[in-house]
């Protein structure tokens, strides 16, 4: 059974259109109806927002190759009531509509999320340790993946704050590649993380094994990279790379070799 986070990401995922990347678009609609969460957890918001549908079938994704999809940053800026908005959303063009159009309209959500509920505040692109940013972060023959950084700056607050929203999706399915997906076991998979992340970077207080700690991740080439909730003075939010073969005992069978590239 998916855990309730995962699952809300599927049925958000499943009812969204897509974005085309390559210009600039300016949001002035009303308000979504989606939560504020600062995790992958994104609701969509029922606004039509492209001009490509993210079918749900694994033949729509036929014809997907890497080469052909170009990872973009589009320009996205706004009003929301009081609330402001500018940043650059990770987009993907070309390859297929399927895919592109579930991993766009992912990202938009992710901004959706954020701005939704927010009142005298700006957003903005937000930068991490060793100056991470909202991008495309995998392209491969068997997924697309990105993260989406944020800033948010309240009105009389004492500092801004930093939030991260990541998608995967699996290149032959257009479907979302869940943690669930991921692990033979989310318990023994976070108990696992928590050591691994705090091994790696010393920075990182003890982290409770809890996946949702680690809901924040795409896969490189090198690893799985999660973004794990720290405190503020870190910027709240760490990247980690934990090697697969330190988790590979975990995994679903074939997903090292998805994953991985």
Excluded: K
Excluded at 40 to 59: G, I, K, N, Q
Excluded at 136 to 154: P, R, S
Excluded at 200 to 214: E, L, T
């Amino acid at each position: 059974m998916r855990f309730l986070r995962a699952a809300t990401v599927v049925a958000a995922l499943a009812c969204a259109t897509g974005m085309s990347a390559g210009c600039s678009t300016n949001d002035s609609t009303a308000v979504p109806t989606s939560r504020t969460v600062e995790t992958t957890v994104v609701a969509l918001t029922e606004s039509s927002f492209a001009d490509e549908p993210a079918a749900d079938s694994a033949a729509s994704a036929n014809g997907y190759h890497p080469t052909l999809v170009r990872p973009t940053l589009l320009r996205t800026d706004g009003r929301r009531a009081s609330t402001t908005y500018d940043v650059q959303l990770p987009q993907v063009d070309g390859g297929a509509p399927a895919v592109r159009g579930r991993f766009n309209s992912g990202m938009r959500a992710a901004l959706d999320d954020v701005v939704t509920g927010l009142t005298d505040t700006t957003v903005s692109d937000g930068s991490l340790a060793d100056d991470q940013r909202s991008r495309v972060t995998t392209v491969t023959d068997d997924v697309v993946a990105g993260t989406a950084i944020f800033t948010t700056y309240a009105q009389g607050a004492a500092h801004p704050n930093n939030h991260v929203a990541t998608i995967t999706i699996d290149a032959h399915t257009a479907q979302p590649i869940l943690l669930d997906d991921v692990f033979l076991d989310t318990d023994a998979a976070a108990a696992q993380l928590a050591a691994a992340v705090t091994r790696i970077d010393p920075r990182v207080d003890p982290v409770h094994p809890d996946i949702d700690n680690f809901l924040n991740w795409v896969p490189l080439a090198n690893g799985f990279h999660t973004y794990v909730p720290v405190v503020h003075a870190l910027g709240d939010w760490l990247p980690v790379t934990v090697p697969w073969d330190e988790i590979s005992a975990l995994l679903r069978p074939g997903m090292a070799d998805q994953l991985s590239g």
